[in-house]
């Protein structure tokens, strides 16, 4: 089992920047690939970043690409989304999540998901 617990999320004005945090225990977390995906009201959970458990390889959505970035320390066994140039429509709860497989950014690979924190953006 891998729990994971976020935390980071808020209120920012858009254009501002967060920083969240997933921090993880239970198993081996460095053999994790870690992702983040995020949920609007009324909408499906969708993709938003993911890391190998190295780190080397990343991969993000579209609509993040250029402004999120993911990394992880695995000697705190935590990952992390810095979020830059926020947008209104980046509003959403924002899950970090574990699959324990080499890499994936599909959601169902996924078995381990945290709480999820929101994250607010205005205009």
């Known amino acids: 089992q891998v729990q994971l617990v976020e935390s980071g999320g808020g209120l920012v004005q858009a254009g501002g920047s967060l920083r969240l945090s997933c921090a993880a225990s239970g198993r081996t977390f460095s053999r994790y690939t870690m992702g983040w995906f995020r949920q609007a009201p009324g909408k499906e959970r969708e993709f938003v970043a993911a890391?190998?458990?190295?780190?080397?390889?990343?991969y993000y959505a579209d609509s993040v690409k250029g402004r999120f970035t993911i990394s992880r320390d695995n000697a705190k066994n935590t990952v992390y989304l810095q979020m830059d140039s926020l947008k209104p429509e980046d509003t959403a709860v924002y899950y970090c999540?574990?699959?324990?497989?080499?890499?994936?950014?599909?959601?169902?690979?996924?078995?381990?998901w945290g709480q999820g924190t929101q994250v607010t953006v205005s205009s």
């Open positions: 999540a574990a699959a324990s497989v080499v890499f994936t950014t599909t959601r169902s690979h996924y078995g381990y």
């Open positions: 890391g190998s458990w190295s780190g080397a390889t990343t």
